[in-house]
């Protein structure tokens, strides 16, 4: 609900074409690169939160939610890295 645009590979593909590219090829993000994002993340939240205001606190708040919802559904969506070129 949060991401109402998200779409699959299929619709991704249509969405580039629509925009004038020809899809060249893809990759889809594996665990390994989500987790080198997410880890030195959560290490800096560790970091602020013990002094954090209630307006980062929220921010944090946020954040934990989103690693966690991708931890938890890490097999339900992800990202794709395109190659396209003008038609």
Do not use: N
């Amino acid at each position: 609900q949060a991401y109402p645009a998200m779409t699959d590979m299929s619709g991704l593909e249509d969405r580039i074409a629509a925009a004038g590219y020809r899809l060249l090829g893809h990759e889809i993000l594996p665990d390994e690169a989500w987790e080198a994002y997410f880890q030195p993340i959560e290490a800096r939240m560790d970091h602020l939160r013990p002094d954090a205001s209630d307006d980062l606190l929220a921010v944090l708040d946020e954040q934990e939610q989103e690693i966690a919802l991708w931890r938890k559904y890490r097999r339900d969506f992800g990202y794709a890295l395109c190659v396209v070129e003008p038609e």
